[in-house]
C-alpha cells in the first residue's frame, strides 16, 4: 500500500467533509494537496497495488461527491442572487410610484 495514496483518501475525506460545509478556501488547499499526492502515487511505479486500486476509487467517489455539494452550493447561491436581482427591479419600477 502506497502511503501517498493513503494520505490522499484522507485528504478527499476531509475535502468532502468541507464541501459539505461550503468552505471554499479549505476545498482549495485540501485538493491542491491532493493532487500533489496522487502526481506522486503515479509516478512511483508503472504498477499499482489492488489496495491502491480500491482506494482510488474510493478517492474518485469521494470526488464525486464532493462535486455535488459544491454544485448544490453554487445553484443556491445563484438562486440568491436571482432573487436579489427581481427584488431590486421591483424596487426600481414601484418604490417610485409611491
Same mark, same amino acid.
Not at 27 to 36: G, K, Q, S, T
Not at 71 to 92: E, I, P, Q, Y
Given at each position: 500500500m502506497n502511503?501517498?495514496?493513503? /494520505?490522499?483518501?484522507?485528504l478527499?475525506?476531509?475535502?468532502?467533509?468541507?464541501a459539505?460545509?461550503?468552505d471554499?478556501? #479549505?476545498?482549495?488547499?485540501l485538493n491542491?494537496?491532493?493532487?500533489? *499526492?496522487?502526481?506522486?502515487?503515479r509516478s512511483? $511505479? !508503472?504498477?499499482?497495488?489492488? !489496495? +491502491?486500486?480500491?482506494?482510488?476509487?474510493?478517492?474518485? @467517489?469521494?470526488? +464525486? %461527491? /464532493?462535486?455535488?455539494? *459544491?454544485? @448544490?452550493?453554487?445553484r !443556491? !447561491?445563484?438562486r440568491?442572487? +436571482? %432573487? /436579489?436581482? #427581481?427584488?431590486r427591479?421591483?424596487? /426600481?419600477?414601484?418604490? $417610485?410610484? $409611491?
Amino acid at each position: 500500500m502506497n502511503p501517498d495514496c493513503a /494520505a490522499a483518501l484522507e485528504l478527499s475525506r476531509e475535502l468532502l467533509a468541507a464541501a459539505e460545509r461550503g468552505d471554499a478556501g #479549505v476545498i482549495e488547499i485540501l485538493n491542491a494537496r491532493r493532487l500533489e *499526492l496522487l502526481k506522486l502515487v503515479r509516478s512511483a $511505479s !508503472a504498477t499499482m497495488s489492488n !489496495a +491502491d486500486r480500491v482506494m482510488i476509487e474510493e478517492i474518485s @467517489h469521494l470526488n +464525486d %461527491t /464532493a462535486i455535488g455539494y *459544491l454544485d @448544490h452550493f453554487l445553484r !443556491a !447561491a445563484a438562486r440568491k442572487l +436571482d %432573487t /436579489a436581482s #427581481v427584488g431590486r427591479r421591483a424596487l /426600481a419600477a414601484y418604490g $417610485s410610484t $409611491s
